[in-house]
């Protein structure tokens, strides 16, 4: 669900412009595209089937550019099912201790952006769901930092929250972004922290880390798992 490997492009600098960048101020450096999240009231869009609409929560996590221009904007699920036991809940979940397929919320991007493979994904409402890379053979472990990504699936396509096969998962990703490949966003490991924040991440990247809660048979646990999303950055690869 990764790409093959391509060319990698170099930036070459003169002497003095190297030299000038030695001097800049650290804080111009660490502000020049800088990104923030903030929460907002809000209905989830009308793109999406009813069904999908009424597991979402009435406010979104806004996706801002250092000019505090919106990006996209996130309407999280409003409880994750699980089936872990009661022990794994109380140590903690990751989302291998989720099914496959699982919805986790809708994006609505408000511009043309670029996933973690830099293919294009087209300014709409999606889906997300949870994908795991496939152990084909064909994706090596060099590609990307973890192997947990959410897919987007065009919320025309993606009407009914039942989980999915993954040969069906990825069709309908890659239908949706019109690529021969899903549409993916690694997922980072994250503790539930008390807010949504923006991380900067090595290598230029950047995510929204955020919590969502647990119920088990139906029922409230208590307990939340973290969710990482790197909504800005390239597979090494790439």
């Not at 070459?12 to 990104?35: D, S, V, W």
């Not at 099912?81 to 699982?102: C, F, H, V, W």
Request: charged fraction near 25%; proline fraction near 8%; charge should be neutral.
């Amino acid at each position: 669900m990764l790409p093959y490997r391509s060319s990698l492009f170099t930036t070459r600098y003169t002497l003095p412009t190297f030299l000038l960048a030695c001097f800049l101020p650290l804080a111009t450096a660490q502000e020049k595209g800088k990104f923030s999240v903030k929460t907002m009231e809000g209905a989830p869009p009308k793109e999406l089937g009813e069904p999908i609409r009424k597991l979402l929560r009435s406010e979104a996590l806004q996706f801002l550019d250092g000019s505090d221009k919106p990006i996209a904007e996130i309407w999280l699920r409003s409880a994750v099912p699980t089936d872990a036991t009661p022990e794994q809940i109380k140590n903690g979940i990751t989302y291998r201790e989720l099914m496959q397929s699982e919805l986790f919320g809708a994006i609505r991007f408000d511009r043309d952006w670029t996933d973690y493979r830099k293919q294009k994904v087209k300014a709409g409402v999606y889906t997300l769901r949870l994908a795991f890379q496939p152990t084909d053979g064909k994706h090596t472990a060099d590609v990307s930092e973890f192997q947990e990504f959410v897919v987007v699936l065009s919320a025309k396509a993606d009407t009914s929250p039942a989980l999915m096969e993954p040969a069906k998962l990825q069709e309908t990703s890659s239908d949706s972004i019109a690529s021969g490949h899903p549409g993916v966003f690694m997922l980072v490991p994250s503790k539930p922290g008390k807010a949504p924040e923006v991380v900067a991440r090595p290598k230029e990247h950047w995510m929204i880390t955020t919590k969502i809660p647990l119920v088990s048979g139906g029922k409230e646990t208590g307990a939340f798992i973290g969710l990482g999303i790197n909504l800005v950055g390239h597979s090494p690869v790439e």
